[in-house]
């Protein structure tokens, strides 16, 4: 049975390094479909940026299959939406294009293990909903730090995600050294009823592995944070515990958050 997960979180957060590493340490075969206007989901894996569907169309509306897809790093199927300029349309257009064009393609028949959707979460755009929505993505998982507007983007996705009737499969703590870090993030799980999976510490392999374009997997395969992903990657696809969020109301974020900061 093929694992359709989509990763979503607050730009900057570190949700593309994280899916990115993921796929590089699944030994399966993996097919990762880049969501965010940036476009950058896949660089690490393929070693360069690649063309987006949306820009390969403005040249060719009918575009085969190899014009779209790459193969990344551990034998990884990489695409990416693409979006429009900044200030410039809507940046949810590229996943609505991309996924039916996807689909028109055939793209998935390829039969793949693993299929992860790397989605911004901060973008109030309906094109953001479609792997939920379109039910493309069975289960979503949340990165955020414990920050307050990376939290404050992970409250606003759960609504999200109870709004469509989607299952939370657990939040991902990508660690910023905040203080207090993971004791925030984790009371903040179990508020909207849901529970940290993984904690992957800051690390300079990870700045490193991305100045060379690289994953850690690739660049550091023996490091202690390439076990992080190893371990993030097998705890997600053997997961079968699911929620429905329990977003908090505005008060009540300011509440939790207050008592960590006076």
């Not at 207090?180 to 529970?195: G, M, N, R, T, Y």
């Amino acid at each position: 049975m093929v694992k359709k997960i989509a990763i979503y979180g607050k730009g900057g957060i570190g949700k593309s390094t994280t899916v990115s590493n993921m796929a590089a340490a699944y030994d399966k075969d993996t097919f990762v479909i880049g969501c965010d206007p940036k476009a950058d989901t896949t660089r690490t894996l393929v070693g360069k940026r690649i063309p987006t569907i949306l820009d390969t169309m403005k040249e060719n509306k009918s575009p085969n299959l190899d014009e779209i897809l790459y193969q990344g790093f551990n034998n990884t199927l990489c695409v990416e939406a693409g979006g429009p300029e900044p200030g410039v349309g809507c940046a949810g257009r590229g996943v609505i294009v991309a996924m039916k064009l996807l689909d028109k393609l055939s793209a998935f028949d390829s039969n793949p293990d693993l299929v992860i959707y790397d989605v911004l979460g901060d973008v109030v755009c309906g094109g953001f909903s479609v792997p939920l929505r379109e039910e493309y993505a069975d289960e979503v998982y949340i990165v955020t730090s414990g920050e307050y507007m990376s939290l404050y983007a992970a409250n606003n996705i759960a609504k999200g995600i109870r709004k469509l009737n989607g299952k939370l499969g657990g939040i991902i703590c990508n660690c910023r050294n905040v203080k207090d870090e993971v004791e925030i993030v984790s009371e903040f799980a179990s508020l909207i009823s849901s529970k940290v999976i993984s904690v992957i510490p800051r690390s300079e392999l990870v700045q490193q592995s991305e100045y060379n374009a690289c994953t850690v997997l690739k660049m550091f395969p023996e490091s202690d944070q390439a076990d992080k992903y190893r371990e993030l990657v097998d705890t997600i696809v053997n997961n079968d515990s699911f929620s429905t969020p329990t977003p908090l109301t505005m008060d009540e974020f300011e509440s939790f958050f207050h008592k960590y900061v006076s």
